[in-house]
């Protein structure tokens, strides 16, 4: 098993930087008080922990997990007609659902428009204080200069549906975290290497074989 892989944090709190966005996101949910219906869009540059604080929200507590592949339109569409069935289901044993957009940057322009509506029908359930037992997360490392003229016409009507989450680690943060890992074997972990990201600094560590703090 990889480093990267074993030490992987489980919870919110044990996520480098983006204290801000984690703050926002652990609020969020307080203040749901378990009724459900939360979407979130998680953005920043690729290494800031956007799937992982998805899978974090996803694994705490009783869900059922579904990853539709936005590069597929077909399989999409059919995971967002699942879930809008699911917003107004009574789930047994109080199962909840957690649909997780990864790289929604490549969702089609239909899918973007179906999510619309379907976001829209999860707010109107939270306004009149119903269960709603979803929740959705997008995560996007792509500006809106970087999408598709057809893209751009929608996707800001989608970020602005959603608890928008922008991820980002300081180079001082992330040589802190890195300095105690490797016990200060490694202080300046940023600029060891040439990809900013948590994953190429475990890496790094790995294949250098570099002791790190039991």
């Given at each position: 098993?990889?480093?990267?892989d ?20 652990e ?6 008080e378990g009724l ?5 869009m ?11 604080i998805?899978?974090?929200?996803a694994?705490?507590?009783n869900h059922?997990v579904y990853?539709?592949?936005?590069t597929k ?5 059919t995971?967002i ?6 917003i ?6 109080a199962?909840?659902?957690v649909y997780?957009?990864d790289e ?12 619309k509506?379907?976001i829209?029908a999860?707010d109107?359930?939270?306004r009149q204080?119903?269960?709603?037992y979803?929740?959705?997360i997008?995560t ?5 200069d970087?999408?598709?003229d ?5 996707w800001?009507?989608?970020?602005t ?6 991820l980002e680690?300081?180079s ?13 074997y490694?202080?300046?972990m940023?600029?060891k290497i040439?990809?900013?990201?948590i994953r190429?600094?475990w890496d790094?560590i790995?294949d ?7």
């Amino acid at each position: 098993m990889k480093l990267i892989d074993t030490y992987q944090p489980t919870k919110l709190s044990q996520i480098i930087g983006n204290k801000q966005a984690v703050t926002k996101i652990e609020r969020s949910i307080q203040m749901n008080e378990g009724l459900g219906g939360l979407v979130f869009m998680l953005t920043g540059t690729t290494g800031t922990g956007k799937t992982l604080i998805a899978n974090i929200i996803a694994e705490s507590g009783n869900h059922e997990v579904y990853r539709p592949d936005c590069t597929k339109d077909a399989e999409t569409a059919t995971f967002i007609d699942m879930l809008k069935q699911d917003i107004y289901s009574r789930p047994l044993l109080a199962d909840k659902y957690v649909y997780i957009f990864d790289e929604a940057d490549k969702l089609s322009v239909n899918n973007i428009t179906k999510l619309k509506t379907t976001i829209d029908a999860i707010d109107r359930r939270r306004r009149q204080e119903l269960p709603c037992y979803v929740t959705v997360i997008f995560t996007s490392a792509k500006r809106k200069d970087e999408l598709s003229d057809g893209q751009k016409k929608h996707w800001d009507e989608l970020v602005t549906r959603c608890i928008k989450c922008k991820l980002e680690i300081t180079s001082e943060e992330f040589n802190e975290f890195f300095a105690y890992v490797t016990m200060n074997y490694i202080t300046d972990m940023y600029r060891k290497i040439a990809v900013k990201s948590i994953r190429a600094a475990w890496d790094f560590i790995e294949d250098n074989d570099i002791p790190i703090a039991g």
